[in-house]
């Protein structure tokens, strides 16, 4: 490493809200004067923001603080850690124990200490525990350095009070609240006029926007008469420069009918709406504390499919939840047929401390869980092929993302159903919206040609 650079090097383990606060902790690293670099040898500091909604993510981040300590050993390369892993206790005594010479272990509610934070390790040598175990409140006006020039996601609201049995999520999130919506309005207002075209709002349940400030009273300012998500989504499709919406993740015992109008009306919001499922079993969705049952969640599907021309689905389950019978996992694979999604995305259950899911007597053995798994798998695949088969010779409406990783003629864009595009073009298609002719399908994309 040279003398006096200051680069840092970041890894992002988690979901998309995870990922809007790297690019928050790259803000606040450009203001310090670093620079990002992927050349993780050559970093001054490096950032490890986790996750730990299923197992695998722990594995990950303690295979890898293996191979730091070399690096820290050599060149004194600061170490810090923050993300969702670090509220959890047990995970905080494993790195002091296990991994004593990192130097930083930071929390979700406490980025905007992390100037502070890093300027102790670097001035008083300190190792620095900054993780509060608190309901979390909102905290604006963080720098942020983003990672793409079109697409841009906006967080409109923190934390989860559904405390599903398997989820971990409530825990190191704490309790839901919501922007205000002035704020959110003026950062797309800003985005747009930056020159992005697609957002995509985030939060853990984002059609309860606002929801717990109503029921409890909590002030906020009805800026432009948005109390609502549906108002939200309403005013933000009015703002010039913005040509898509999405938003992650909807709860279906949320979705109310004001929400649908909105999608309906709203001609820049995606009609693909991602609708966790979870389960299709309603004796297993009723244990996994969702609040709907199988016969609501296909009537919910069916209300969006007749009032929004178009409409097309994405999803999460879970697969191998304690106590799930073939009968209940029948069910789930029922849905899946009735429902035709266009993505889904699986998971095998992961046992979470601390969660009552992990409680339960009735796990399920490894070797049915991945058996379930792969049959969901080869269900979903057939019925993405035959989705794919559906665009072939159709004009799709393409947001050109840039160059291919692989090919230097080939670029890629996504439709509107977030299906990835790949096509020939050139540098000055980058950022806009093209209408193409889908030629053929290749299971993860599909290839097409601008007309
Ligand atoms: N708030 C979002 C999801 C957050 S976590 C929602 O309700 O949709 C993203 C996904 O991870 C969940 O939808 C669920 O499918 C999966 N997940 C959460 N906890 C899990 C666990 N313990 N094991 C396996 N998958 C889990
Ligand atoms: Fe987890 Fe359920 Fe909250 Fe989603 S809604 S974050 S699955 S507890
Ligand atoms: Fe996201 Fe993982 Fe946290 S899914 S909210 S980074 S536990």
Known sequence: MQENTKQYYIITMGCQLNENDSEKIQGILKNMGYEKTDKIEDSSIIIFNTCCVRENAEERLLGKLGEVKKLKEENGTII???????????????????FPFVDILFGTHTL????????????????????????GEIIENLPIDRNDKYRASVTIM???????????????????????????????????KKGYKEITLLGQNVNSYLRVEREKNIQFEKYEGIDS??????????????????????????????????????????????LPLQSGSTDILKIM??????????????KMKKNIPN???????????????????????????????????MFIYSRRKGTPADRMENQIPEEIKHKRFNRLKELVEAQIEDNNKKY????????????????????????????????????????????MKILSEHMWYLKGKVV
């Open 289 to 302: 504390n969702r609040k709907y049952t199988k016969e609501q969640y296909l009537n919910l599907v069916e």
């Open 229 to 274: 998500f549906a108002k939200l989504l309403r005013k933000i499709n009015e703002i010039e420069g913005i040509e898509r919406i999405r938003f992650i993740s909807p709860h279906p015992k949320d979705f109310t009918d004001d929400v649908i109008t909105a999608i309906r009306d709203c001609d820049k919001i995606c009609k693909i709406i991602h």
């Open 392 to 435: 072939i010779g159709t004009i799709q409406k393409v947001f050109v993302e840039g160059k291919s990783k692989t090919n230097d003629k080939v670029f890629t864009g996504r439709t509107e159903t977030n299906k990835v595009v790949n096509f020939e073009g050139t540098n000055d298609m980058v950022g806009k919206v093209l209408n």
């Open 112 to 135: 905007n200490n992390l100037e502070k934070d890093i300027k102790k390790v670097l001035e008083k040598k300190e190792k620095v525990r900054d993780i509060l175990d608190i309901d």
């Open 80 to 98: 810090a850690i923050g993300g969702c892993m670090m509220q959890e206790k047990h995970m905080q005594d494993k790195i002091k124990q296990s």
């Open 158 to 192: 923190n934390g989860c009070n559904n405390f599903c049995s398997y989820c971990i999520v409530p825990y190191v999130r704490g309790r839901e609240r919501s922007r205000e919506p002035k704020n959110i309005i003026d950062e797309i207002i800003d985005l747009a």
């Open 311 to 345: 409409v097309v689905f994405s999803t999460d389950i879970i697969v191998g939840f304690p106590g799930e019978t073939e009968e209940d996992f029948e069910d789930t694979l029922d849905v899946v047929k009735k429902v035709h999604f266009e993505q889904v995305f």
